[in-house]
């Protein structure tokens, strides 16, 4: 098992001793860092900015979708999108445990989907687990997601929610962790 499969996993990784976290998750942080800082440096609508985003994401962007910048991007091998996707400026993501978004999904600027976290007694060690926006869903501006979560087809999370627990199909969520307010279905 390799350490993308590990971090999918929940498995913890320390990052003073994990040799395959050195290895191999480092040199694609630079990567995608990289990647990032050159898009960002770009106009926004200059051709070459689809270019970098077909690097950073390893030929895997379909054609349908779009991004807009600036984007901070930990990890863009870990990160799949699908077909008609829109997603707004200021995309953050901490992708070590992956991250899938479906087809047709709207995210909203300032979005930030979190796979890691910390081990409460120590800081040194991260525990990670994928993220899955399923098509159709929405999330408004400034959602926070947290490692885990699954966001169900068709879906809407209110602007500035925090999503800490699955969201179920067409359901509308929101708040401070978000709590089902309606299904909108």
Same mark, same amino acid.
């Given at each position: 098992?390799?350490?993308?499969?590990?971090?999918?996993? @929940?498995?913890?990784?320390?990052?003073?001793?994990?040799?395959?976290?050195?290895?191999?998750? @480092?040199? $694609?942080?630079?990567?995608?860092?990289? /990647?990032?800082?050159?898009?960002?440096?770009?106009?926004?609508?200059?051709?070459?900015?689809?270019?970098?985003?077909? $690097? /950073? +994401?390893?030929?895997?962007?379909?054609?349908?979708?779009?991004? /807009?910048?600036?984007?901070?991007?930990?990890?863009?091998?870990?990160?799949?999108?699908? $077909?008609?996707? +829109?997603?707004?400026?200021? +995309?953050?993501?901490?992708?070590?445990?992956?991250?899938?978004?479906?087809?047709? %999904?709207?995210?909203?600027?300032?979005?930030?989907? /979190?796979?890691?976290?910390?081990?409460?007694?120590?800081?040194?060690?991260?525990?990670?687990?994928?993220?899955?926006?399923?098509?159709?869903?929405?999330? #408004?501006?400034? %959602?926070?997601?947290?490692?885990? %979560?699954?966001? #169900?087809?068709?879906?809407?999370?209110?602007?500035?929610?925090? %999503?800490?627990?699955?969201?179920?199909?067409?359901?509308?969520?929101?708040?401070?962790?978000?709590?089902?307010?309606?299904?909108?279905?």
């Amino acid at each position: 098992m390799d350490v993308y499969q590990r971090a999918a996993t @929940g498995e913890p990784l320390d990052m003073r001793t994990d040799q395959e976290y050195h290895e191999v998750l @480092g040199p $694609e942080m630079v990567r995608s860092r990289t /990647l990032c800082h050159r898009i960002n440096m770009l106009d926004p609508y200059d051709p070459q900015v689809r270019d970098l985003f077909d $690097e /950073l +994401f390893e030929g895997r962007l379909p054609q349908s979708s779009t991004i /807009l910048t600036p984007v901070q991007i930990d990890r863009g091998k870990t990160i799949t999108i699908g $077909e008609d996707t +829109f997603i707004n400026w200021g +995309f953050n993501s901490v992708s070590t445990g992956g991250i899938h978004i479906g087809n047709h %999904v709207q995210i909203g600027p300032n979005v930030a989907l /979190l796979t890691a976290n910390h081990d409460l007694n120590d800081l040194q060690i991260i525990y990670c687990k994928p993220i899955v926006i399923e098509d159709g869903a929405w999330l #408004g501006e400034g %959602v926070k997601v947290t490692q885990g %979560v699954t966001i #169900g087809e068709g879906a809407i999370v209110a602007a500035g929610a925090v %999503v800490t627990k699955d969201v179920p199909a067409n359901a509308v969520v929101g708040g401070c962790p978000a709590k089902i307010i309606k299904d909108h279905k």
